[in-house]
């Protein structure tokens, strides 16, 4: 038993307002229960009605931040040509030079997007031909991109995998006892896995590792 | 004034579904101070404008036809054509660069309150516009800023603390828009955490307690170092689980009274930690923003009125 102060939306108008935030409400639930996997299929069903509403706002969201566990950076390495010859190389990120820091963050994304797509050197074959259906159009682009930035005609692209050193390990570099496991700003070391993603020319067409 | 025994009416018994039908009104239709509202405004388009800013810093290479990721794969990494963007638009850097300026100018119009439906709108739609035409660079601080957004947009997030008011504009008065507004940010945040919270379940470090030692040797995100830790696994372990427990427990425990406190003043030292020690400042103020919500409007006046209790007077030190 309650009793209730007075409200001051008719109940019709309760009513109206009631039926899009339950829709809103559904846009917000179903979108991480749908995706990304582990993921209900019933959620992804229940999601169907709800597609527009989710683009129209932009509700589509794991948020499985730093889950299930944190894994290691990466970045793209590149090497580019230009016409007379000359070569300059560089980091996608770069933590030298992309300023402010959110610049910085949104470049890292772009390694950090693309590298869950690239199988690592040692998968089985048809693995990675399958994969490369889905990396490689992105890494075209980054390609397009980097040959216009910076005026080359071809360039050479690797995805790096930094070593994520585990406690001990640092406590052995501090002590001298190991080898150091990353270098300083994120630069590959020995430790880091390198995956070569192929040489692209301007007209954007790829030839692969 | 007290109302006579005899006045009150009695309460009327309801069945279960009555109750759930009351408490579902009383949660979404009463009326709301939207002076925590105007406070999410102002962080928020604070917030959307440094990003826009960001954007404008290489709008060619975020939304032209040549951009990091080209408009014909955009499709590969988002629901087209749902995820709509006003960018598919723009094919040149000029383009690019005029869209994303709109942006900038409606999130400057929206933090300081003028005309403040329309800048929420336009701020709305440039966010999405941003984040769907190029989900190859976005992250956590864009999907917070959408969150953000929507109930700017349908609350009255312009009524006070804004330009609209000084010049009459807006509705101080409690409303039932501002309380719809202020909780579906609320519920969007336990939904946030509940999930990031899960989510973290399926990994065994973040049950063995190692899990923030990977987020700190990682140097792509790092820019405290805190490897020092290593010295210190049963702290690095404390944090782990405390982080742990406060997003999981987040959507349950922010709602008493008793530990809501706690929880909101845990969101500080976790967002802030993040923002500080892995280089995501703006993700970790948007996320505190959100929080907001959860402040009382009272909470926001003894702020306000203890800041201007400690304004010196401008008549002191005149002759």
Redesign the interface.
Known sequence: ?????P???TPVA?FA??VP?AA??AA??LP??AGPP?ASELAARLLQPL??L??????????????????????IRWTAERADGSRISGSL?DPAADR???????????AE??APLVPPVDAPADVRRAARA?WL??V???A??LL??HGGVRVELSLVE?Y?????E??AV?QGGGARA?GP??AATMADIVTPLGTFARAGEGRGP | MTASASSV?A????GWLA?WL?G???F????ADPLPLAMVRICTGVLLA??AV?WL??AP??FAA?????PE?VW????Q????SWYFWAGTPTAARLLALVTLGAAVCLALGLLTPVAALVS?LG??SA??RT?????????TL?MLL?PLVVGPSGAVLSLDALLGWGDPRP??RAN?ALR?LQ??LC??YL??GC??L?????WEGT?????I?????R?LDL?G???H?LV?NALTLATLFWEVGYAALVWPRLTRPLILAMAAPVHLGIGLAM????FGLAMLTANLAFVSPGTFRAMVSTVSTRSPDPSEGLA
């Open positions: 038993m309650t009793t209730a102060a409200l001051p939306w309760r307002a009631s935030l809103y409400l917000v639930i991480p229960l582990p597609r527009p989710v683009g129209l706002v932009y509700l589509g969201h794991g948020y499985r931040f730093f889950a299930p566990d944190p894994g290691p950076g990466h970045s990120p402010p820091r959110l610049l910085y963050h949104r470049r890292f994304m772009i997007k693309i889905d159009p992105l075209k682009g980054v397009g991109q216009e930035r930094h994520l050193p585990t406690p001990e640092v406590v501090e990353a700003d994120g | 009416p309460p009327v018994p309801r109750e009351a579902w009104n009383a979404w239709f009463a009326p440094w990003s960001v810093l290489d290479a975020f040549d951009a990091w990721l080209r794969d590969r990494m988002n629901d054509p749902w995820q709509w709305l966010l999405v984040a769907n989900p190859l660079t976005t992250f956590g601080l864009d999907d959408g929507v409303g039932v719809v579906l519920v969007h939904v946030v999930f990031s989510g973290k399926l990994g065994a470090s973040w899990a923030l030692w990977g987020a040797a990682n140097v792509q995100y820019t490897t830790l290593a010295r696994p690095v280089g995501m400042m703006e």
